[in-house]
Every structure is written in C-alpha cells, then in structure tokens.
C-alpha cells in the first residue's frame, strides 16, 4: 500500500498551535514517534545514517530537513538546494486537501543531530501545477497524485551562500547502470535529525506518468521531499527525482522524477 512519506510529530489543539515552540514539537514529537523497526526484507536495502561529516560535504550539504505545521498538527519532511534562494521538495509536504497550505516552514540545512549549517524560514510556497486537482480529485495516495507531486520553497537570503545542488531532468540516468542513492531525513525508524541515504541495487521504473518506484530499497517516513542523485559519467552527482511515496507491502520507494514540467516549473518559480 502506497502513503506518503512526510513525518508526522505531534498533533495540536488549535489554541496551543500559534504558542508552541519549536523545541517543544521536536522533544514531543521524538517521544511521540518512538516505535520498534520491522523485520528487513531479504534483497531490500534500508536506509542508514551517513554521518556528520558526509552530511556536511558537497552536495549532500545542500540537503535538508523541513519543520513545518499543518492541519493543527507539526511534520518534517526533506528537501534539498536547487537554486541560490529556494529548495525542492515533494508537494504534499506543502499543501493537504484538509489542511492547506503548510506554515511556519523551517528548513535546517545540512542537519546532524543538533545542529545544522543554516536554518531559515521559508517567504514563498509554490506546487507543481495539476497536484491539488488530483489530490482532490483522488487522494493524495493515489500514484496519479504522486506524478505531481513537486513543490518548491523561495527563502528571502541565499540558503547556503550562493551553492546549490546540480540537477538535471534527464530520467534516462534512473534506469541505466548509474550509481543512485535516495536521501532524506527519515524518522520512521532513527531521530529524524540526521541524514540518512540508501542505494538501489536495480534500476526505477515508471508507474504512471512522472511517477518511478524501485522495489530495491526502502525509505522511511521524514524522507519525503528529500533527493535522488544519480552519478553521470562526468563523476559529478545530479539530483534526478524527489522521494515521495513508500510501501510497506511489499518494501518499495516511489519518486517523482525530473522531467520536463518539473524542469519548467524549476526554472520558473524557484530563483
């Protein structure tokens, strides 16, 4: 069964909602999401933190955990530094057909435990245009929705000075031989406070439309949002497609990979 992958960390009274204070959702919401991991499936790998000192080396720097609230309720998602001022990341994690537009959207870059390289609050929310007339539509499980489910962040200041993460809208890279690895800041079953990745062994394929999945790896809720890379033959990583979808039954990742109207929509509204 498909589901989307932002985490959730704790729901909210409305009145309590506008006093909270973000070190407060995050030390509930650590108690809140505690749980056992399932028993690995043989042949499926799971994602593993990388440690402080990968998180912090280019391009994997420029990767991020979101905060944000929705619906009476605080999530994290990822996202990952795509041009000077703005992050993508998956649509979901910015818009719910019940909650509207997510608020008070924190990004901390390059998070490892504690500490992150920047942290900023995003000024601008932008979703891929056809996501919420699917979501109404259908349901935002639904692998039509996935397909456009892209969204992006603009932030007043430069998010990580001026640097940014390569990316190129070229799906031919996510099913030939080029090394891939899914990032993202998972909290299903570690902190959701550091970074975590997770390498294929078999290549994605479509599902419908601009959305891929790959029954190779796993991906944890908090992941979503974040980036795949796929190494070119040039040697440098380029972020291919964007986490948003998992199943437990059987173990899959799903993503919506750069195409075209992702391309467009990248080129347009985030700067």
Known sequence: MLFAFKRILITLPPRMKSSLSILAALT?????????????????AYPQETGA?????????????LLFANGGSWFTGSGTVVRPH?????????WDAEGGFSTDILFRRGLAG????????????????????????????????????TGGLVFRAPVAGGSNAGWWANPALLT?????????????????????????????RPIVGAFWDNLSIYCES??????????DTDGKLYLTGVVVAGSNEPPSAG?????????????????
């Open 255 to 271: 993503i919506r990979i750069l195409d075209r109207a992702a391309a467009d929509f990248i080129r347009r509204y985030l700067k």
């Open 86 to 94: 703005s992050v993508l990341t998956a649509a979901h994690n910015l």
């Open 222 to 231: 908090g992941m979503s949002g974040g980036p795949v890379f796929a190494r």
């Open 28 to 44: 509930l919401g650590a108690v809140a999401f505690a749980g056992a991991a399932e028993a690995p499936v043989a042949g499926v």
């Open 176 to 204: 030939g031989p080029a090394p891939l690895l899914a990032l993202g800041y998972g909290g299903e079953f570690h902190s959701g406070d550091d970074l975590l990745s997770v390498a294929p062994t078999a290549p994605f």
């Open 53 to 65: 000192a990968v998180t912090r080396t280019f391009p994997f720097s420029m990767v991020g955990q």
């Open 114 to 149: 504690s500490s992150a390289l920047s942290a900023q609050y995003a000024s601008r929310i932008y979703v891929l245009s056809g996501y919420r007339e699917n979501v109404r539509q259908l349901k935002s499980s639904d692998p039509r929705a996935f397909s456009y489910d």
